[in-house]
Nanobody, 127 residues
């Protein structure tokens, strides 16, 4: 199983910045995509940003964070970071790190869970 440890949450005023980091360990062969989701009170969990940990390429961002959030990766260290700027009260949520296995082939289905989640870190933006 992939173990995920998130750091960097906290409280900030609107317009401020925060950076989240997620470090993966144990069975990192099971990681293809790695990124961030968030869940606000009373709402469903949603994608924030994700990237291919080992090959890079264009990250995927939620429309609501484009131009404000930047995801970066460090493949040798199995980490991703999320730089959040121009924070708004709507960004208040628990942020979760998530990884996804490389494929749904029989080999990977037997080898890894489809996805792994971190415990989450709270981000609170006050207006």
């Amino acid at each position: 199983h992939v173990r995920l440890v998130e750091t960097g949450g906290g409280s900030v005023q609107a317009g401020g910045s925060l950076e989240l980091s997620c470090a993966a360990s144990e069975d990192t062969i099971c990681i293809s995509l790695m990124g961030w989701y968030r869940q606000a009170p009373g709402k469903e969990r949603e994608l924030v940003a994700t990237v291919n940990l080992n090959f890079g390429g264009d990250p995927t961002y939620a429309e609501s964070v484009k131009g404000r959030f930047t995801i970066s990766r460090n493949a040798p260290r199995n980490t991703v970071a999320l730089r959040m700027t121009g924070l708004k009260s709507d960004d208040t949520a628990v942020y979760y790190c998530r990884t996804q296995r490389p494929s749904n082939s029989t080999y990977w289905q037997n080898r890894c869970d489809y996805e792994y989640w971190g415990p989450g870190t709270q981000v609170t933006v006050s207006s």
